[in-house]
């Protein structure tokens, strides 16, 4: 049974917002999975993490991947990012492959454990891309590591080592470090899981704002309906046992976003038909 | 260990924090003091027991026979000290860089572990004692039998200390290193040596006493100079007082070699969050 493709559209709202140019620009998806699978053989028996998973994400958008634990989310990020090869299936990043992607250093990754190298400032961290993988200086225009760093909230906090920040901070520093170079694709694996709420609020506006400032696709992992809500564009419900996609909805929300649209009936429509849709799973 | 003081009503602020310093003053002090008292007073027990117990000479030396032999033989011990000091150093730079460049290979090499680190295991098993004739024999009377001995007794926890280091690196700082491209050099150099650090210093600083003991064993087998032939002179002349002596040149030394690779290690190793004692 395969799934039906539905490509993601850009909201209304956020189209009108864009120049023509920029709103061409964003037809070609950034991302496209075509059935693609994956399955990890152990001893005892093989596991079918992903499979028939189809889905397009267009340039700029911001896509939630919603999904019970172990219904592979991560994985499916992984695919993208090069890290895993797909088992069956195709998977196209800006046009080209997956690996062709990484090599031009079009990704960002956010790591769930902000995985800073604990020997290096917070602006050392930030640099760590430049000074590996053959690349070595900013391209001309693209914000300083400074400026990230100013980008996440963290100016004044270009010394300090990741022992002394806290959580929150540490992933800011983190996505920073992702963001250094302006890639095309974000791809965050539950970075604000391990965060406490009032925290994981705050970043969440943040990335809100990071996102609408740098037009960078993002892809977004998460197991909390109301962080994929409030996020996303669209959000991609996958259902567990195997992987698949259960459902791409449609996040019909105004662009312009503050917490306070969790408490909207709107929102919390969307959010109970979310909760549904993963109870199917 | 308590650092907090609770503000007491009544009392000023500038008072009470004034008081809290002058506390924190006088712990310092008394954490400096207290083991200097317990040394002094065990130095006090041991020459009263010689005292007391009227324990001969050629035994057991009082604490002040032995103080004497220092100052007067001090020309003498620095001079047997000199030829240790340079085997176990040298044997410490030998066994440590052996220990690292093979640890190097084997975490990049699976094979190359599989295939040697059981022979590595099977010769740590050897004690030092019976290594040492078999190096003698090996390598002569001069200084390198005591080099090798001192390498050898270093290189086995350095190495496995150094793997483990190698290989504890984060598994997402290893996604990172992916998904930027990084090649298998930039991994080792930027992530995986400076993972292995802390490791690293930990082996070293056993290593550095280590290294002592493995050259002052080498030297007690056919040697006229160092620490080790002195040792083995003094108790053949039942000159308890020389050996006493000896033994402290020797763990002095021994003392300020740990404690300068802690001062190295707290150079380079500084991104650890303070640990709590």
């Not at chain 1, 005892?44 to 634990?69: D, K, M, Q, Y």
């Not at chain 1, 406490?196 to 990071?210: K, Q, V, Y």
Request: net charge neutral.
């Amino acid at each position: 049974m395969a799934t039906q493709v539905a490509a993601t559209q850009v909201a209304p709202t956020q189209a009108a917002r864009l120049d023509p140019a920029v709103a061409e620009a964003a037809a070609a998806p950034a991302i496209r999975c075509e059935d693609v699978a994956v399955r990890f053989i152990t001893e005892r028996r093989t596991v079918t993490a992903l499979e028939n998973v189809s889905f397009e994400i267009a340039e700029g958008s911001f896509l939630s991947l919603l999904g019970p634990s172990g219904c592979g989310k991560s994985t499916l990020l992984r695919v993208v990012a090069d890290l895993i090869p797909p088992t069956e299936g195709r998977v196209t990043v800006l046009g080209g492959s997956a690996e062709a992607a990484r090599r031009d250093h079009a990704l960002g990754f956010v790591f769930q454990d902000a995985a800073l190298l604990p020997w290096r400032t917070a602006i050392q961290n930030v640099t760590l891309p430049l000074e590996v993988g053959g690349r070595s200086a900013l391209p001309p225009g693209a914000p300083t590591p400074t400026e990230l760093l100013a980008l996440v909230g963290l100016s004044g906090w270009e010394n300090a080592y990741p022992h002394e920040l806290s959580g929150g901070m540490r992933q800011r520093v983190s996505i920073a470090r992702a963001l250094i170079g302006g890639p095309k694709v974000l791809l965050m694996d539950e970075p604000f899981g391990a965060l406490d709420e009032i925290t994981r609020d705050h970043l969440n506006e943040e990335l809100r704002r990071i996102w609408q400032e740098t037009r960078t696709t993002i892809l977004f992992v998460t197991h909390s309906i109301y962080e994929a809500t409030f996020l996303g564009q669209t959000v991609l419900v996958l259902a567990a046992n195997p992987g698949r996609v259960r459902e791409i909805v449609p996040i019909d929300l105004p662009a312009d976003r503050t917490l306070d649209i969790r408490e909207t009936d709107h929102f919390v429509r969307i959010a109970a038909r979310l909760r549904r849709l993963l109870g199917e799973c | 260990m308590a650092d907090v003081a609770i503000l007491q009503g009544g009392q000023g602020i500038d008072a009470a924090e004034a008081e809290y310093r002058a506390v924190q003053r006088r712990r310092r002090m008394r954490r400096r003091i207290m083991p200097a008292a317990g040394v002094l007073s065990l130095l006090v027990l041991w020459g009263l027991l010689v005292y007391v117990l009227d324990v001969p000479p050629f035994v057991a030396p009082s604490p002040v026979a032995v103080a004497q032999t220092l100052v007067e033989n001090a020309g003498m011990l620095l001079a047997n000290l000199w030829p240790t000091a340079l085997e176990a150093i040298l044997g410490f730079l030998l066994g440590n860089i052996a220990a690292i460049a093979i640890a190097t290979v084997f975490v990049h090499k699976k094979s190359a572990e599989e295939a040697f680190f059981p022979v590595v295991v099977l010769i740590n098993t050897i004690p030092v004692v019976a290594k040492a004739p078999i190096l003698v024999l090996l390598l002569g009377n001069g200084i390198e039998p005591k080099i090798a001995i001192a390498a050898l007794i270093c290189f086995f926890p350095t190495l496995v200390n150094m793997v483990r280091g190698l290989e504890s690196v984060n598994p997402q700082a290893m996604e990172l290193m992916r998904v930027l491209s990084a090649s298998p050099r930039e991994v080792f150099f930027k992530l995986r040596v400076p993972t292995a650090l802390p490791y690293l210093f930990s082996a070293l600083k056993i290593a550095a006493s280590t290294a002592v003991i493995g050259a002052i064993v080498g030297e007690w087998i056919g040697s006229t100079v160092g620490i080790g032939a002195l040792i083995i002179q003094a108790t053949y002349n039942f000159d308890s007082a020389l050996l006493y002596a000896t033994v402290i040149v020797g763990s002095t030394f021994s003392v300020l070699f740990f404690l300068a690779i802690t001062g190295l290690e707290r150079l380079v190793v500084r991104w650890q969050a303070p640990v709590v004692a």
